[in-house]
């Protein structure tokens, strides 16, 4: 009896110790440089899991701030809203450079389905940013960024 005690005591708290399917990625923090010397911090999103969930389930980015996805390979990376809450700009990056930005893109209404972003070119990086954050940080296709994570 002592002994189906103890095992069912060690299965609790081996199962009380795992983390649940469903449970939010912990995402590293890093920083993305623009040409006037401005820094934003971003979330970097480096895992299928991470890139997935993005920005969904938030009512905000905090101010100054953007997430990273970085893709193993370059190609055409399509972006949908899904579970989001808040509108955004989507810029895709060839390495350090913007190769395409949709701007303002907003959150599904009640019901919509959610809409899906297939950029015209090709990318390895995509940032988002909060809407209206590309134009007043002056960021246009063609512009290098630096990075660090």
Same mark, same amino acid.
């Given at each position: 009896? /002592?002994?189906?005690?103890?095992?069912?005591? =060690?299965?609790?708290?081996?199962? !009380?110790?795992?983390?649940?399917?469903?449970?939010? @990625? +912990?995402?590293?923090?890093?920083? *993305?440089?623009?040409?006037? !010397?401005? +820094? $934003?911090? #971003?979330?970097? &999103?480096?895992?299928?899991?991470?890139?997935?969930?993005?920005? %969904?389930?938030?009512? %905000?980015?905090? @101010?100054?701030?953007?997430?990273?996805?970085?893709?193993? /390979?370059? !190609?055409?990376?399509?972006?949908?809203?899904?579970?989001?809450?808040?509108?955004?700009? $989507?810029?895709?990056?060839?390495?350090?450079? $913007? *190769?395409?930005? &949709?701007? /303002?893109?907003?959150?599904?209404?009640? !019901?919509?389905? @959610?809409? +899906?972003?297939?950029?015209? #070119?090709?990318? /390895?990086? #995509?940032?988002?940013?909060? &809407?209206?954050? =590309?134009?007043?940080?002056?960021?246009?296709?063609?512009?290098?960024?630096?990075?660090?994570?």
């Amino acid at each position: 009896m /002592n002994r189906l005690r103890f095992l069912v005591a =060690a299965l609790g708290i081996l199962l !009380g110790g795992c983390t649940s399917l469903h449970a939010e @990625p +912990t995402y590293q923090h890093g920083t *993305v440089t623009l040409r006037s !010397g401005t +820094t $934003i911090s #971003v979330e970097i &999103a480096d895992t299928p899991a991470k890139r997935t969930l993005g920005l %969904g389930k938030r009512d %905000g980015l905090r @101010p100054g701030w953007g997430m990273l996805f970085i893709f193993e /390979n370059t !190609g055409s990376h399509l972006f949908w809203m899904k579970d989001m809450r808040f509108a955004i700009d $989507i810029l895709w990056l060839r390495n350090r450079r $913007i *190769v395409h930005i &949709a701007r /303002n893109v907003p959150p599904p209404a009640p !019901g919509e389905k @959610p809409v +899906t972003l297939d950029p015209p #070119v090709s990318a /390895n990086l #995509v940032l988002e940013l909060a &809407a209206g954050q =590309a134009e007043g940080l002056g960021l246009e296709t063609g512009q290098l960024l630096r990075y660090q994570f």
